[in-house]
């Protein structure tokens, strides 16, 4: 597999979100609190809501349609949502 570069760590803030558009894909790149960052789709796995629109702690995202719930972690499933987030490998 060959990397392709989305953004520099630096570019997003520990505990927040960006979306980046790449071609004609576009990727949300969560920066934990701690530091780490997790790169995902940009819409909630539910309804396709955006994911960009949601509420984001530093540990814990939030789609505000339906209040699915996922670790910034892993994307694994927190609350009431029913799908673990995809997420995309990264370095």
Not at 6 to 23: H, R, T, W
Request: include cysteine; charge should be negative; charged fraction near 20%.
């Amino acid at each position: 597999m060959s990397w392709k570069p989305l953004c520099a760590l630096n570019e997003v803030e520990p505990g927040s979100m960006k979306v980046i558009q790449i071609y004609d894909s576009r990727f949300l790149v969560l920066r934990a609190a701690e530091g780490s960052a997790l790169v995902v789709p940009p819409t909630c796995p539910h309804m396709t809501a955006d994911l960009c629109d949601g509420f984001f702690d530093g540990e814990v995202l939030t789609c505000a349609k339906h209040l699915w719930q996922w670790s910034c972690k892993d994307g694994s499933m927190m609350g009431i949502a029913e799908v673990p987030l995809l997420v995309y490998p990264s370095r």
